[in-house]
């Protein structure tokens, strides 16, 4: 799939009288694939995915409780990794500490 600046590229130069052959020459893509976005009236769009899930997200209204609890001072990310794992967490000690220090 071409990015939406290749897509419009093709429906410019298509338009200023270029030919397919010149078009997949200048493009360094195929002719089939010149014809293809040719054929379409509309510009690609691009779709958002789903935001991906994180392993961590089942255990953070537990560590926002923990680090409010403790405001004035601080709990170590070790800490609350090993507090996580007894709860069930499968992941790993990074990925905590790159949450924890969004409180920072």
Known sequence: MLTLEQAVTIQILHQQGKSIKAITRELGVSRNTVRKYLRQNTTPQYQRIQPRISILDPYKPYLLQ???????????????????????????????????????
């Open 66 to 104: 923990r680090v409010n609890a403790a405001h004035p001072e601080w709990i170590p990310a070790v800490v609350l990794y090993q507090e996580i794992l007894r709860l069930g967490y499968p992941g790993k000690i990074r990925i905590l500490r790159v949450y924890i220090a969004t409180f920072i």
